[in-house]
């Protein structure tokens, strides 16, 4: 909000340079990159063309759908994010005037119109969800998704309502400099609808090779969560089971029994409790009949 209120400050000769100003000063052409944005294949991103990598063929919708199943199935991460979101949107959405110096010595001036336009918006947002839920949502996509998406809906040159944007299906058409057009959504039913930019409040996390989104702690935690979620299905199994002991026998080379006469090993053998029978005893040697004859 502070960068709002800076917006509707009175320019003097010595006031500071800001987006708007230099918008003004520069024709559009000049204040373009030249250079290319890392993860963006030639070409640009769209809704069918979104590439994370030529050598891995992977692509962002498959890596979002594992983030989503990941944080899902780990209660760790879930509570986590919770914890995260819960905490910072406790307060609510406050606007405070940056002019303030805490002691209530200066007056706050009158509001600008797109503030009160904006505080409207929020203090309505939308049929089903308050600011807060609609907050919480949001910081929840960053953490796992590293991108959050906003919609909002216009009358005019007002906006009157703001909704949660699925963030797997959303796609922001770029070029390959980074320059975002509008937001593709293509839902997995096959619905798709296109946003302008001014429709669409669009947040990345940070990255170390920025980009058009960002990296989120989901994706960095991905590897010890799949580890967690191995090591959770093992369990499970041999709880399954009964939790039976393991048994280890060793065979030395040396037995020399009828009944490994197949050839032993010192090869150990681990088994379960269900799958150990009692050793069998060697057969006996049958004995002769009375009626035959014995040897002179």
Known sequence: ??????????????????????????????????????????GGIDENQVGMGAATQTDRK???QELYEAYIACPWAWAAVQA?????????????????????TR??????????????????????????????????????????????????????????QDSPTTTPVSDEHGNISKYVQVTDYGKRVEFETREIIHVSLDAARPGVVGVAPMQAALGPVTSWLFAAATGKETFKKGLPPEIHVDFPSSTRTPTYASGATSTPRRTSARRTSAPRSPPRAARPSRNSRRPR
């Open 1 to 42: 909000m502070a960068a709002v209120a800076s917006w509707f400050r009175p320019k003097g000769r010595h006031h500071g340079i800001n987006e708007t100003t230099v918008k003004a000063q520069l024709p559009a052409t000049r204040t373009q990159c030249a250079g290319f944005v890392y993860n963006v294949p030639p």
């Open 84 to 104: 995260i979101a819960r905490t910072i949107t406790a307060g609510g959405m406050v606007t405070d005037w940056t002019g303030d110096d805490q002691d209530a």
């Open 62 to 64: 498959t890596l979002m």
């Open 107 to 164: 007056t706050s001036p009158r509001n600008p119109t797109t503030l009160r336009l904006s505080k409207t918006c929020s203090r309505f947002c939308n049929p089903q969800q308050n600011i807060r839920q609609l907050l919480r949502n949001f910081i929840a996509d960053l953490l796992v998704f590293a991108d959050a998406y906003i919609e909002v809906v216009w009358v005019g040159s007002r906006p009157v309502a703001l909704y949660n």
